[in-house]
């Protein structure tokens, strides 16, 4: 199935001059007003209901498309290179078929570079591996993390280069500071959705910030700077979400910089936070009504046997009243392949249980609890 139309606006705002319609509706005030001649009441504008929004926006958390690493070498010597076969049918289909579908690119994407010296893991990917990312219905990715340079400079530029070749948009890195820090923002049906990106995910400072004439990644080790990268998103669309790389890996318990934070980044105007490094699930928030996706976790990463989802936010209402639900849909990584799960129990009842205060309905709904 093929996505819906929708555009990206290029400029950092624009300007909407709509006119308005002088004199009453109503019954009553028609009676009281003149009568019209039949050609003039053809001639007046026709009143038109609010346009209804149904969107569904998809997020994944952690991928890794190095040839050298665990997924990538199952997807070729095991896989017959065919990507359903490591990511279930069921998924790859509703990545394609949300309105916009958000990955987290955990990788660079060049020929070039070096391995950063002192580094543990580093992951390096062939630019013609973006192919995968298209066939997993990526709109955007998220490039605020610790390991999109881990090849240097060179291999930074690539991953930029060879994203914007394939037609996917990037968000939380850049050529310099203006770019990395830029809301990216999609008209969808005349509600503007904006994105937002940034990290604080490295114990051991590899990943340079974006500096004013250099590359690098927006960070939020100081965390008004990234407030302020989220009010200026916020003046220019009607939902913002706010995309984190945060967390300690393989640990369902948070960190109280997360709670802090994602409360701050909240009241700075983001309706929705989705986090991604922990490499595992963490649990939900609400916070004044908006929702607090602290991690989650690896979608297609590695061997490990972890019980991971897709999220999807699906907004419905009209522009001027819209509404945000929530819903996981279950999934298991396990031996390079990530699995739709029929019974999510497993998934919903672990999200449950480390989560602040947030359910998961039989069918994957998530609601606050009161």
């Not at 192919?131 to 999109?148: P, R």
Request: charge should be negative; glycine fraction near 8%; aromatic fraction near 8%.
């Amino acid at each position: 199935m093929m996505k819906r139309t929708f555009s990206l606006l290029l400029t950092a705002a624009l300007l909407v001059v709509t006119c308005a319609c002088g004199g009453e509706t109503s019954t009553s005030s028609q009676s009281a007003a003149p009568a019209q001649s039949a050609a003039a009441a053809s001639s007046a504008p026709a009143q038109t209901e609010p346009e209804k929004l149904d969107l569904t926006l998809a997020f994944t958390g952690d991928i890794n498309l190095d040839d050298d690493w665990y997924v990538m070498q199952y997807l070729k010597n095991s896989a017959g290179g065919k990507l359903s076969a490591c990511i279930d049918p069921v998924l790859l289909e509703k990545m394609n078929q949300a309105d916009l579908c958000c990955i987290n690119n955990e990788f660079t994407l060049s020929d070039r570079g070096e391995k950063l010296a002192g580094k543990a893991y580093t992951f390096r990917a062939k630019p013609q591996n973006v192919s995968y990312l298209k066939e997993m219905g990526a709109d955007l990715v998220t490039l605020a993390n610790n390991h999109i340079y881990d090849y240097g400079k060179d291999a930074f530029n690539d991953t930029l280069d060879n994203l914007s070749k394939a037609g996917i948009d990037y968000v939380g890195a850049g050529r310099n500071k203006a770019e990395a820090a830029k809301p990216l923002v999609y008209d969808l049906n005349g509600l503007k959705v904006a994105y937002v990106n940034a990290t604080r995910a490295e114990l051991t400072l590899y990943t340079p910030d974006a500096g004013e004439n250099s590359p690098g990644v927006l960070s939020c080790y100081d965390p008004a700077q990234f407030e302020k990268v989220i009010a200026q998103a916020k003046r220019q669309a009607d939902l913002v979400v706010c995309c984190v790389h945060w967390g300690i890996e393989y640990s369902y318990e948070l960190e109280q910089v997360q709670k802090d934070t994602a409360r701050a980044y909240i009241d700075a105007g983001a309706d929705v936070i989705v986090g991604t490094h922990s490499h595992c699930l963490q649990g939900i928030e609400y916070y004044k009504g908006a929702p607090i996706f602290y991690n989650l976790g690896n979608f297609w990463f590695n061997e490990k046997d972890l019980l991971t989802c897709l999220l999807e936010l699906r907004v419905t209402g009209t522009k001027e009243d819209w509404k945000l639900n929530a819903a996981v849909v279950p999934a298991r990584q396990a031996g390079c392949v990530t699995k739709y799960l029929t019974d999510g129990s497993s998934v919903y009842n672990l999200l449950e249980s480390i989560s602040v205060n947030a359910g998961i309905k039989p069918d994957g709904t998530v609601y606050e609890k009161k």
